[in-house]
């Protein structure tokens, strides 16, 4: 009894919160996030740019960095889980979603003008947050890791590229590094996108997609197959101060920068920086948004970067069901505890 105990306890994380109680106690995770204080600065081409400061006068910095359509208020759940790493927490929203100001007339289109925008963006949050040269005792000396899905996670790997920034370790989740476009190669989709934008069609959503059609059924999601974190997602989209967080499809011009952040990753020039940092890298064997070819690839090429390959998760492994998250936690807390 004792020792079956005993391999409960490793399996669960400390303070992981049971699908079978999240919605009950959903209240108290979303008031960890909501307690936080929210910054507005001025990003690439005098956008705003918001993210999310939850102080808990720790001894390191959690940094986390959600995918495209995500509000960083979904991550409340993943912050409350890790709350005992004892750090301080920034969750930072790309801009044209979440909190952050949105880059077209029509607020639920996924639009960027230029990938590095993102990095830029990032790099001004990492110099007035992180470096924070109004108070520099406030987070001298603390050590900095960063928690990435997706777009996220290409967008912390782009910037850590472009600016070799001093991070002690990065966990990404489902990084997109090639986007799944349909039955169609990238290639192929590339140069569509291209010929789209030629004929002055940028802004328009990408063939196949378009406005936020409302909320969708568990059935009916690719992201997750916990019912729970389904329903605790679309619980974090109704936010309490009345913005609309909802996005709907990517436009022409977001899919053609996606796709060259993506590949720009895998470059040497890219490679000789990256491989500098400890990475800790899950991939999703039902993933319907990201490729894992190129994600293998990237990993097995760096000496300090781990792959985790998950066969039964869907995309979105930080909000999978409990026999997939825990163990995701459990190697969070292993990779990033020794390096704080």
Request: aromatic share 10%; net charge positive; hydrophobic share 35%.
């Amino acid at each position: 009894m004792k020792l079956l105990l005993s391999l409960f306890l490793l399996c669960s994380p400390l303070f992981a919160v049971p699908e079978n109680q999240l919605l009950e106690k959903l209240p108290e995770v979303l008031s960890f996030y909501d307690q936080g204080t929210s910054h507005f600065y001025e990003g690439v081409a005098q956008k705003k740019v918001h993210y999310k400061e939850i102080t808990q006068e720790g001894n390191c910095t959690l940094i986390m960095m959600p995918g495209r359509t995500e509000p960083t208020r979904k991550y409340a759940e993943l912050a409350y889980d890790l709350k005992d790493l004892g750090c301080d927490y920034y969750l930072w929203d790309p801009r044209g979603q979440g909190f952050s100001e949105r880059l077209s007339n029509k607020t639920d289109k996924g639009y960027v003008e230029n990938y590095d925008d993102y990095l830029v963006d990032f790099k001004t949050f990492w110099d007035l947050a992180i470096a924070d040269n109004k108070d520099k005792d406030k987070n001298e000396g603390k050590k900095v890791a960063i928690i990435g899905h997706s777009m996220g996670a290409a967008i912390a790997l782009g910037a850590l590229a472009k600016y070799n920034l001093p991070v002690v370790g990065l966990t990404l989740s489902s990084p997109m590094m090639e986007i799944k476009t349909q039955s169609l190669p990238e290639s192929v989709t590339f140069f569509a996108m291209k010929a789209l934008k030629l004929a002055g069609k940028k802004h328009d959503y990408v063939p196949g997609f378009g406005p936020y059609k409302g909320e969708q059924s568990f059935e009916e999601n690719r992201v997750t197959s916990s019912e729970a974190r389904h329903q605790m997602a679309l619980t974090t989209f109704r936010n309490p101060g009345g913005e609309d967080l909802n996005m709907g499809g990517a436009t022409v011009n977001w899919l053609i920068e996606g796709i060259r952040l993506g590949r720009s990753l895998n470059k040497k020039k890219s490679k000789r920086v990256l491989a500098n940092y400890p990475i800790l890298l899950f991939q999703a064997g039902l993933d319907t948004f990201s490729r894992d070819k190129r994600q293998k690839k990237f990993c097995t090429t760096l000496a300090k970067c781990q792959l985790v390959r998950f066969e039964k998760s869907k995309h979105e492994m930080f909000q999978e069901r409990d026999g997939i998250r825990d163990i995701v936690l459990n190697k969070v807390r292993e990779f990033l505890k020794p390096k704080l």
